[in-house]
């Protein structure tokens, strides 16, 4: 649904976006991370037809940003981090304005008034936008985003000055929205992403540092697996027979943290999943493995390594 290939934007000598790619697919939604000065909204920018790319190519559903920008930006509904809102205007002038300016041809009042439903904004449709408070000016600019019913959705820090429970809500909405939308969501809260998002890019230094979804980046920068076991059984031998695994590179028992069973850190080589094997041999050995948890790197983690240590080369 969208493909980006070699985009690159320069200022002078110096690259805000360099040479980045990648494809976001029909029903995908995708997290698109990176610190401030990234590279993140020059981007985003690029894919709407905001700004044009120095090189490189977007397009949206099979149609050039640049070539044929009409029928690609009508395919669009985007929000900023700043919604392009009229303060003087009511909540339905504004959005009537936006229903014109995009030539929508849905029946105007019925596609309106789903859309405010949508969102929960009904209650001050009437009000002037100047009024409002930052969570409602931040849903009436969703709100623009989604007249037309767009296919692909570009929301830029959806959420900021919402409450916990409207923010709630809002992830609710992309979620929702994702099953019949192409999203691409920037944000700085990684829960949000965790929660929300199918796939995770991150841009560093106006390049792609990592494209996948979060258990792979995760694995991936970690480089190995660390596991806490909890199995019944006498603790020597459970550790002379789980370092006796192919892969397996380290085992430490923790202690009891329950009758008659002990804990174990068990870390794996790279690239390998230890957890079968496991579980086989301890039953075998009629060793009960009655807990079993991951300590892989949460993706704050994840997201800290990857810019603090970008060599330019894309994890996926």
């Known amino acids: 649904m969208i493909e980006v290939r070699n985009i690159v934007k320069k200022y ?5 976006v360099n040479d980045i790619s990648f494809t976001v697919n029909r029903g995908e939604i995708v997290g698109f991370l990176g610190p401030n000065g990234a590279g993140k909204s020059t981007t985003m920018n690029i894919l709407t037809g905001y700004l044009s790319a120095t090189s490189g190519t977007v397009k949206i559903d099979g149609y050039d940003i640049l070539e044929n ?3 690609a930006k ?10 392009p809102l009229y303060m003087d205007m009511t909540v339905k002038e504004y959005l009537d304005f ?16 789903e859309i405010c439903e949508l969102i929960k904004i009904t209650d001050v449709y009437n009000r002037m936008i100047k009024n409002l408070s930052k969570g409602y000016k931040q849903r009436v600019g969703f709100a623009q985003a989604l007249i037309g019913n767009p296919p692909v959705l570009i929301l830029d820090e959806p959420t900021v000055g919402l409450d ?20 691409i969501l920037s944000t700085h809260i990684l829960q949000e992403v965790q929660s929300v998002c199918d796939r995770i890019i991150v841009i560093n230094k106006g390049q792609l540092v990592a494209d996948g979804d979060a258990d792979t980046l995760t694995y991936k920068v970690a480089g190995n697996r660390k596991l806490i076991a909890r199995i019944s059984g006498p603790k020597n031998e459970i550790v002379k027979t789980l370092r006796a695994l192919d892969s397996v590179i380290f085992v430490d028992p923790l202690g009891s943290k329950e009758q008659g069973s002990y804990d174990y850190l068990v870390e794996s080589q790279p690239n390998v999943d230890i957890r079968k094997m496991m579980f086989s041999t301890l039953a075998n050995k009629g060793w009960p493995l009655i807990g079993l948890r991951s300590m892989d790197m949460s993706l704050e983690d994840v997201f800290v390594q ?11």
């Open 12 to 16: 002078g000598d110096k690259y805000a």
């Open 98 to 113: 936006v229903y014109d300016l995009k030539g929508c041809k849905f029946p105007r009042r019925p596609h309106i008034n």
């Open 69 to 71: 920008p009409t029928k």
């Open 306 to 316: 990857l810019i603090t240590n970008d060599t330019g080369e894309v994890v996926e």
């Open 164 to 183: 916990p429970r409207q923010i709630i809500e809002i992830r609710s909405l992309v979620k929702k929205l994702g099953k019949t939308h192409t999203v």
């Open 74 to 83: 009508s395919l669009i509904g985007f929000l900023p981090e700043l919604p």
